[in-house]
């Protein structure tokens, strides 16, 4: 005798929550500009989306119903919400990066002062320089 699923086989649901989980996860990081917490997710989010996927075939293979339209339609709201805060966050980093690229020669053409055991400016400091030299 064979059980027959009403919907999906339990396997398919148990590994489509626990990506959508982790999406919800990683999209919470990535809207609060957490990309460390996003960066640690993304393994995660890598291995549920794999079981999710070979779940989904052992179900289609074995003539049984993929999930549910519901439920497929919410883990691609959540993917498409993923996938925007991604690029957001890509965008965010691409500015922090050239804000960092246009300081550097600013902060570099302007000599630093120094100061003396007695807190009086003795002049710039003198440029950092490193000499090789092999016999």
């Given at each position: ?114 100061y003396d055991g007695g807190g009086k400016v003795t002049g710039p400091s003198p440029v950092a ?7």
């Amino acid at each position: 005798m064979t059980t027959a699923f009403p919907t999906a086989p339990p396997t398919a649901l148990a590994a489509a929550e626990a990506l959508a989980s982790t999406i919800r996860s990683e999209n919470a990081a990535l809207a609060a500009l957490d990309l460390p917490v996003a960066i640690r997710l993304l393994a995660q989010k890598r291995q549920h989306g794999e079981a999710f996927l070979a779940a989904q075939a052992r179900s289609l293979a074995a003539g049984m119903p993929a999930l549910p339209r519901d439920r497929l339609a919410a883990l691609a709201d959540l993917a498409a919400d993923n996938k925007r805060l991604l690029e957001r966050a890509i965008k965010v980093q691409g500015r922090v990066i050239a804000s960092i690229a246009r300081a550097v020669p600013r902060a570099t053409a302007t000599p630093m002062q120094r100061y003396d055991g007695g807190g009086k400016v003795t002049g710039p400091s003198p440029v950092a320089m490193a000499l090789l030299a092999q016999a």
